[in-house]
């Protein structure tokens, strides 16, 4: 019987999943030594590299790197973002700029 094309596909949001955990557990090592600015640019900017080579699936290993990366990613743009907002942000523009997270 085996595992068809379709099953391997699946297992992709586990692996995003994988990647939200592991970066959960590098977030709470890297917020308080790296400088913020840089931090949450470098992080979005890689966040839409794998985004968009997601798009371009040429392979299955290709996927699997993309996803977890994405995964990754993801828990320092929502959660490190809304916090930099709330510190940096402009008083008048704080509830639009969470808004727009």
Not at 15 to 42: P, Y
């Amino acid at each position: 019987m085996g595992i068809g094309p379709d099953e391997v596909y699946d297992m992709l949001g586990t692996i995003n999943g994988f990647g939200v955990l592991i970066g959960s557990l590098i977030f709470t090592l890297v917020i308080e030594r790296a400088n913020h600015i840089k931090l949450i640019i470098s992080v979005l900017l890689l966040n839409c590299f794998y985004h968009f080579a997601f798009y371009f699936k040429l392979s299955y290993t290709p996927l699997i790197y993309s996803r977890f990366i994405s995964g990754f990613t993801t828990i320092f743009c929502f959660t490190y973002f809304p916090q930099w907002v709330d510190k940096f942000g402009i008083l008048n523009w704080v509830n639009f700029m969470q808004t727009f997270v």
